[in-house]
């Protein structure tokens, strides 16, 4: 089975200022997905980044980035340029890859950092 | 577009009493999960809905649980029998089942069984 550990229950920032939010899985699969979500308050859970685990590559979306360490199954977020609507509740989660079009394939989500940014 | 939406966005139900959770996933998805998300937890997955049929019920906690989507859109979690364990927030997400199956997430409904 897989599980996601997110290690920091809640982490805090500055405007303007960088902060890191740490994830780590365990599983036997070889492909598979990784995924950020936010969760802001009262608000719906959405996408903030993805990385495939075939791919060496860190992904990056505008000011969020991964730092994917496949063989210590590390999965970290880092927030450049934190802003205040950046508060909210963020999710690691996992995917196995079924080996089709993932259609029926559900997350697996670690328990969430909330992150709060401050001015 | 309109994204996926559920209602009631808020429940409270006495102990023992039946509970009806509706979604509307984005229109033409074929794939729809739910998820149960408990106070302070990340969600976890009950069941998942290809098109009408139910092919994955293995993470429904107990019988009390059961879900339908009768013409393969709006799908119904029916809880029945409530118990304060029960109180959690539960999610709905669809997905075109396309590509690599971004799923998209509704607010919840946020159940409360007193």
């Known amino acids: 089975a897989q599980t996601v550990t997110q290690s920091q229950p809640e982490m805090s920032v500055q405007e303007a200022e960088t902060v890191t939010l740490s994830c780590t899985y365990d599983?036997?699969?070889?492909?598979?997905?990784l995924f950020w979500y936010k969760q802001p308050p009262s608000r719906q859970m959405i996408l903030v980044i993805r990385q495939e685990a075939y791919k060496q590559q860190n992904a990056t979306e505008n000011r969020f980035s991964v730092n994917f360490q496949k063989a210590a199954k590390s999965f970290s977020l880092k927030i450049s340029d934190s802003q205040l609507g950046d508060t909210a509740m963020y999710f690691c989660?996992?995917?196995?890859?079924?080996?089709?079009?993932?259609?029926?394939?559900?997350?697996?989500f670690g328990k969430g950092t909330t992150l709060s940014v401050s001015s | 577009g309109a994204g996926v939406s559920q209602s009631p966005r808020y429940k409270v139900a006495k102990r023992g009493q039946d509970v009806a959770l509706r979604c509307d996933p984005i229109?033409?998805?074929?794939?729809l999960f739910w998820y149960q998300q408990a106070l302070g937890q990340g969600p976890e997955f009950l069941t998942y809905f290809q098109n009408e049929a139910q092919l994955d019920k293995s993470g429904l906690p107990s019988d009390r649980f059961f879900a339908e989507r009768p013409e393969g859109s709006v799908s119904t979690l029916k809880i029945q029998r409530t118990q304060q364990e029960d109180s959690a927030v539960y999610l709905c997400a669809s997905s075109s089942g396309t590509s690599w199956n971004e799923q998209f997430f509704g607010p919840g409904t946020r159940l409360t069984v007193l």
């Open positions: 989660a996992f995917m196995k890859h079924d080996g089709g079009d993932q259609a029926g394939t559900a997350l697996i």
């Open positions: 599983t036997s699969e070889n492909n598979y997905y």
């Open positions: 229109s033409g998805h074929v794939s």
